[in-house]
């Protein structure tokens, strides 16, 4: 959960907090997005969804930082099948909408529908599931406060917090929601996708959260607000909103890690694949999301290194990395949640709040 808590929007309702994103290769000639929310799953968050909440998958086609193709989800209300207590379901639909964005609301095709839990087969060779998976993000979240405050806080680098290589993460499951789709529905050549949780109930739709890249809140926005203002914005509001103060907040980075004076260089090249906050992907290539490459996302790329060592223009690890035997060769590629056995003792991340 590489944006996990990271707005007071979050907080309030970790069911539309969008915490990662990966898109890569499926089956011959399809293409797998998997979003998830609620960070920290069963202990700190429910592991349900929220019946006004709007998930949508947003593919820009073009270049242009504009939505032509979206994957959108809703689910129903929460009920326990067969009186069952201690299980829960929810129904859902997913549709595909087409056309120059913003694609806002219920509009599009309608392509699965079905219930949480289990794999569900749309028609023309889509499939969907929906539920509890392992969190499949792994990074030293207590070295990262800790490298984030020598930062902002006391203007100190200090590379020294990452030495106890401890995932905060391990253990830890997260719901996902994860979609696979013919090549045919998306379209050809590089696109650039991101994905966004909205409400929409009897008003109209109103995004809350957003994800384009990892940690991009966690890592360069230091104050709640500017947060607030990314996880609600387009990607075509990146260039005017947020460059200039992620580019200072580069920019001291930098000078307080003892980089060259060609930082300014280095400044403007960062920023360019950062923004606008989108993850490309080639269709139908292998997936990788590394410090050379962006393209795609598979389940086990350690992307907390990757975007400490580009932060810092230098090989920075916190020393951990992604459980690769949590994961499956086929659909869903999540394998089996953490189960309670499993997570004896775990602490939870924060305290779970009560929702409705």
Not at 125 to 145: H, K, T, Y
Request: a negative charge.
């Amino acid at each position: 959960m590489s944006h996990h808590f990271d707005t007071p929007s979050a907080l309030e309702d970790p069911r539309i907090n969008v915490c990662d994103m990966y898109l890569f290769s499926g089956q011959p000639g399809t293409t797998v997005m998997a979003m998830t929310v609620n960070p920290d799953a069963g202990l700190s968050a429910p592991s349900s969804f929220r019946e006004e909440g709007l998930y949508a998958f947003r593919i820009d086609l073009n270049d242009d930082g504009r939505e032509e193709v979206v994957f959108k989800v809703r689910f129903g209300a929460l009920h326990h099948p067969n009186g069952d207590e201690h299980r829960h379901e929810q129904s859902f639909e997913v549709r595909r909408a087409t056309g120059l964005g913003p694609l806002m609301g219920l509009e599009g095709e309608l392509i699965a529908t079905g219930s949480t839990g289990v794999v569900v087969e749309g028609a023309g060779g889509v499939r969907f599931l929906a539920g509890l998976a392992p969190d499949l993000f792994a990074g030293d979240a207590v070295a990262l406060g800790s490298f984030r405050k020598a930062l902002y806080s006391d203007h100190r680098y200090d590379r020294s917090v990452f030495l106890n290589a401890r995932n905060f993460f391990a253990r830890r499951n997260v719901t996902a929601i994860v979609l696979e789709v013919p090549n045919s529905l998306i379209g050809e050549g590089r696109i650039a996708a991101w994905a966004t949780a909205s409400l929409y109930g009897h008003a109209p739709e109103v995004q809350v959260s957003r994800w384009g890249l990892p940690l991009i809140t966690n890592f360069y926005m230091p104050d709640a607000e500017m947060k607030e203002r990314f996880n609600r914005a387009m990607p075509t509001d990146d260039q005017t909103t947020f460059i200039a103060r992620i580019a200072e907040v580069t920019e001291e980075i930098l000078s307080l890690g003892g980089a060259s004076e060609q930082s300014a260089v280095y400044v403007k090249q960062l920023i360019a694949r950062l923004f606008p906050t989108m993850l490309p992907y080639e269709i139908g290539t292998l997936a990788r999301f590394d410090v050379t490459t962006f393209n795609g996302r598979a389940l086990t790329d350690d992307a907390m290194d990757v975007i400490l060592s580009l932060a810092t223009n230098s090989h920075l690890t916190d020393g951990v990395a992604p459980d690769p035997t949590r994961t499956r060769a086929h659909f869903p590629y999540f394998g089996e949640p953490y189960s309670s056995f499993e997570q004896a003792e775990l602490a939870p991340a924060r305290p779970k709040r009560t929702l409705t």
